[in-house]
């Protein structure tokens, strides 16, 4: 009587979180820069001698940076030793930190350049590594949302701790910390690397195929369906939350009379939902199975869509601030839905697709802040609301192709 082969147990979430420490690490100190740029934006603009409007517009660049490096080196990613292209990153985030923290304006410009290119390069080989340190799909698609949910908690917390080292050393040098911090961190991310085993670095740096060329690369993606439409499901959503987020002070501003001090708890309310709901999907859809995953982009998706229609249209605080949370854990996991489709689909496609959905996130970004902007001049806080629900409900439509299992199939055959 044979037996048959036993499934390897899943991974805890403590024994990925303890494999993936330095990941974790180097995913958190990439928020940093920027989020010093945001919260200290009136002293840097005062310290550049510019206006407040002048110097906040200057992260933009970061995005079309972002965009541009994003798409440009996708396919190259996964030709690419992982440990040694997130030291590469982090090093470039140490050095143009140390440039913004000289303060005029074209070193400002230089800073935002940097970091958008930096972290366009250093989450998708974040995530790469995660993923290709596991064997099973379900553990790789488990410890690629552990790498976002680490980010999106890292989001919440960073504010208190940059306080605390703007208080102690200004914002100039925050950023120079972080620029210590992120050496240190890429040091140790090569000395982890060499200490591994030898057939673990053959196997993450030397795949048993050689991988795909450049055009190939573009072409591939091209003809799969599934990972198209996860990925423009991803831009999609960054697009509607992100315009939230844009206009969600102004909102509550004007609509209860909630100041900035006490709307940092209400920001603070929406970045904890968002980070419960990654951490928590992420766990729920692991094993990727039969229609959960399709389940989980609806219920995400109609959530997000008529949270925002609440937030921008109630007069009453308490639906609000509920929509506030359904909103952050709607997004969230979708977030995680795709995060997790994209490593249990994308096989040599991997990294080269979440390059690509990084990019479409920071294009999702801009399209964001347009659309919302769009809608409260043409129509007000209604017009504002529908804005930014078109982009989910269009999302929504693009579900049955990003699930479909057809196209999975025909890749696996393709491939033999």
């Known amino acids: 009587m044979s037996s048959a082969p036993t499934e390897p147990r899943p991974a805890t979430d403590g024994a990925i979180i303890r494999a993936l420490w330095v990941v974790l690490l180097a995913a958190i100190i990439g928020l940093f820069p920027f989020t010093i740029y945001s919260t200290f934006l009136?002293?840097?603009?005062?310290?550049?001698?510019?206006?407040?409007?002048?110097?906040?517009?200057?992260?933009?660049?970061?995005?079309?940076?972002?965009?541009?490096?994003?798409?440009?080196?996708?396919?190259?990613?996964?030709?690419?030793?992982?440990?040694?292209?997130?030291?590469?990153?982090?090093?470039?985030?140490?050095?143009v930190s140390v440039v913004g923290a000289t303060g005029s304006l074209p070193a400002l410009i230089v800073f935002c350049l940097g970091i958008g290119a930096a972290?366009?390069?250093?989450?998708?080989?974040?995530?790469?590594?995660?993923?290709?340190?596991?064997t099973g799909p379900g553990d790789a698609g488990r410890?690629?949302?552990?790498?976002?949910?680490?980010?999106?908690?890292?989001?919440?917390?960073?504010?208190?701790?940059?306080?605390?080292?703007?208080?102690?050393?200004?914002?100039?040098?925050?950023?120079?910390?972080?620029?210590?911090?992120?050496g240190v961190v890429a040091t140790t991310t090569i000395r982890v690397a060499r200490q591994s085993s030898e057939g673990d670095r053959r196997e993450s740096n030397s795949p048993s195929e050689p991988p795909l060329g450049y055009l190939a690369s573009f072409r591939a993606?091209?003809?799969?369906?599934?990972?198209?439409?996860?990925?423009?499901?991803?831009?999609?959503?960054?697009?509607?939350?992100?315009?939230?987020?844009?206009?969600?002070?102004?909102?509550?501003?004007?609509?209860?009379?909630?100041?900035?001090?006490?709307?940092?708890?209400?920001?603070?309310?929406?970045?904890?939902?968002?980070?419960?709901?990654?951490?928590?999907?992420?766990?729920?859809?692991?094993?990727?199975?039969?229609?959960?995953?399709?389940?989980?982009?609806?219920?995400?998706l109609t959530g997000a869509t008529a949270a925002v229609l609440v937030v921008f249209t109630v007069p009453w605080l308490p639906l609000a601030l509920a929509a506030t949370v359904v909103m952050g854990f709607g997004h969230a996991m979708v977030a995680a839905q795709v995060t997790t489709s994209i490593a249990h689909r994308g096989g040599p496609l991997t990294t080269t697709a979440y390059s690509i959905n990084a990019a479409g996130m920071s294009l999702g970004v801009f399209a964001g802040a347009a659309f919302g902007g769009l809608g409260l001049a043409v129509a007000g806080s209604t017009?504002?609301?529908?804005?930014?629900?078109?982009?989910?409900?269009?999302?929504?439509?693009?579900?049955?192709?990003?699930?479909?299992?057809?196209?999975?199939?025909a890749f696996s055959e393709s491939d033999q």
């Open 42 to 95: 009136v002293p840097i603009a005062e310290t550049a001698g510019t206006d407040e409007a002048v110097a906040g517009s200057l992260r933009g660049l970061g995005g079309v940076a972002a965009l541009a490096v994003g798409m440009g080196f996708a396919p190259l990613l996964a030709r690419w030793s992982r440990p040694h292209t997130i030291a590469t990153s982090l090093g470039l985030l140490a050095v």
């Open 119 to 134: 972290t366009a390069v250093l989450t998708p080989a974040l995530l790469g590594a995660a993923t290709s340190a596991f």
């Open 143 to 182: 410890a690629a949302t552990i790498v976002t949910a680490t980010q999106s908690l890292a989001a919440v917390l960073a504010a208190p701790v940059i306080g605390v080292m703007g208080w102690r050393w200004g914002w100039q040098g925050a950023l120079l910390a972080t620029a210590g911090l992120a």
């Open 221 to 300: 993606l091209r003809a799969r369906p599934d990972l198209l439409a996860l990925i423009t499901i991803a831009a999609l959503r960054t697009a509607s939350f992100m315009g939230y987020l844009a206009f969600l002070a102004v909102q509550y501003n004007d609509t209860f009379g909630i100041g900035p001090e006490v709307f940092t708890l209400i920001w603070t309310l929406s970045g904890a939902s968002f980070f419960a709901g990654n951490y928590l999907a992420g766990r729920w859809v692991r094993s990727g199975s039969g229609l959960r995953p399709r389940v989980f982009f609806v219920l995400g």
């Open 383 to 409: 017009g504002l609301a529908i804005a930014l629900a078109l982009p989910t409900l269009i999302a929504a439509l693009l579900v049955r192709a990003a699930t479909a299992v057809s196209s999975v199939v």
